[in-house]
T-cell receptor
């Protein structure tokens, strides 16, 4: 099946620094990608919808300036956590929707730990 | 609004036991319903789906029926295996086709 790859899978950073997480669709094109945050024992929370070549659409309560999303090509979206703080520590998951079937595929997730 | 509620885990079963994981939803319009599975260290994978009322999704021995009257989409398997140990997420896709809403996930542990 289609593959979505996230990198890095784990990252540890100091408070105040910025971290970039990449999401790539390896064998299909995706005009739309989604970024989720998964809290322990809680569901995936949709953070934003990323459309290739346009600005991301953020969900209510998600800070646009804190979580910068860029969808530069049909196979790559990036999430940058700016000026990270310990409360930003979480598991971030991306998904990509194929342009052909509309099916959604998920990345393996990226574990962010802010010290 | 749209939301999904699923039973809390973990669920621990012996191999070959019958599995039910309950899922109910609230939604505007006519959503599509999904079960995703997350194996340790991996991303979410689509397990099965149903796009309209009374549809039954099935895959790998798992089944779920879209029940509009009870707004439910319970996951069942007649005989679980150790390899089924994973976290299972119930989800709905809103009728305007651009957002997924997930339940909190149910961890399944199957013991030999």
């Amino acid at each position: 099946g289609a593959v979505v790859s996230q990198h890095p899978s784990r990252v540890i950073c100091k408070s105040g620094t910025s971290v970039k997480i990449e999401c790539r669709s390896l064998d299909f094109q995706a005009t739309t990608m989604f970024w989720y945050r998964q809290f322990p024992k809680k569901s995936l929370m949709l953070m934003a919808t990323s459309n290739e070549g346009s600005k991301a659409t953020y969900e209510q309560g998600v800070e646009k300036d804190k979580f910068l999303i860029n969808h530069a090509s049909l196979t790559l979206s990036t999430l940058t956590v700016t000026s990270a703080h310990p409360e930003d520590s979480s598991f971030y998951i991306c998904s990509a929707r194929t342009t052909t079937t509309g099916e959604l595929f998920f990345g393996e997730g990226s574990r962010l730990t802010v010290l | 609004g749209n939301s999904v509620t699923q039973m809390e885990g973990p669920v621990t079963l012996s191999e070959e036991a019958f599995l039910t994981i309950n899922c109910t939803y609230t939604a505007t319009g006519y959503p599509s319903l999904f079960w995703y599975v997350q194996y340790p260290g991996e991303g979410l994978q689509l397990l099965l789906k149903a796009t309209k009322a009374d549809d039954k999704g099935s895959n790998k021995g798992f089944e779920a029926t879209y029940r509009k009257e009870t707004t439910s989409f319970h996951l069942e398997k007649g005989s679980v295996q150790v390899s089924d140990s994973a976290v299972y997420f119930c989800a709905l896709e809103s009728y305007n086709f651009n957002k997924f809403y997930f339940g909190s996930g149910t961890k399944l542990n199957v013991k030999p």
